[in-house]
């Protein structure tokens, strides 16, 4: 059975803070690993790595991959109130199929 | 930017009454899915779709279950016989060769 485990499941900062959220997977035939933030409704996209020790940036936003010890981290610097969401990590395998954790509930007061 | 657009956003229908629910991938995207999720869980897999069929399913999708690409646009999914267990957001998503998937904003169900 596929397993992905994000922790910590929820936590509370304050504005300016970082955070660092963590996914560990077991999925077979892995391609790649997704990150989402989801808010009220829709899973937005932010990052796809498929490599590797490859650090992705989309401003304050950085996520990486490590393939052998089958984990990625997302990272969000300078917390800002519209960061709250929840962050869903899904590894990608077999035909495209995600495979979604449970998400990790950040809530950034001001 | 280009978006996956879902109809209806919310849709209230009784038990064991037919339902479709409405999806327009992005417009040069060539695999489509349909995902749930109900409230207060994980989202879940329900179907993928490629080349005008379907390419794999969940354990979820069953008989109750049927997707189609009527025309160049729509995506559509079909649950037959709605039961009280099926109330859910239901997500339709997209992508093209290697890239991310996209998900659009939802097809919020109620079955009473």
């Known amino acids: 059975e596929d397993k992905v485990v994000q922790s910590p499941l929820s936590l509370v900062v304050h504005e300016g803070d970082t955070v660092t959220l963590n996914c560990s997977y077991e999925?077979?035939?892995?391609?790649?690993l997704l990150w989402y933030k989801q808010e009220k409704k829709a899973p937005t996209f932010l990052f796809m790595l498929?490599?590797?020790?490859i650090e992705k940036k989309s401003g304050r936003l950085s996520s990486i991959l490590d393939k052998k010890e089958l984990f990625s981290i997302l990272n969000i610097t300078a917390t800002q109130t519209g960061d709250s969401a929840v962050y869903l990590c899904a590894p990608n395998y077999g035909n495209n199929r995600l495979a979604f954790g449970k998400g990790n509930q950040v809530v950034v007061i001001p | 930017e280009p978006e996956v657009t879902q109809t209806p956003s919310h849709q209230v229908t009784q038990m064991g009454q037919e339902v479709i629910l409405r999806c327009v991938p992005i417009?040069?995207?060539?695999?489509f899915y349909w995902y749930r999720q109900i409230l207060g869980q994980k989202v879940e897999f329900l179907v993928s779709?490629?080349?005008?069929?379907?390419?794999?399913k969940s354990e979820i999708f069953d008989d109750q279950f049927s997707v189609e690409r009527p025309d160049g646009s729509n995506f559509t999914l079909k649950i037959r016989s709605t039961k009280l267990e099926d109330s859910a957001m239901y997500f339709c998503?997209?992508?093209?060769?290697?890239?991310?998937?996209?998900f659009g904003e939802g097809s919020w169900l109620t079955v009473v």
């Open positions: 417009s040069n995207h060539l695999y």
């Open positions: 998503a997209s992508r093209t060769d290697g890239n991310a998937i996209y």
């Open positions: 779709f490629y080349n005008n069929e379907i390419s794999e």
């Open positions: 999925v077979t035939n892995f391609r790649s």
């Open positions: 498929t490599s590797s020790g």
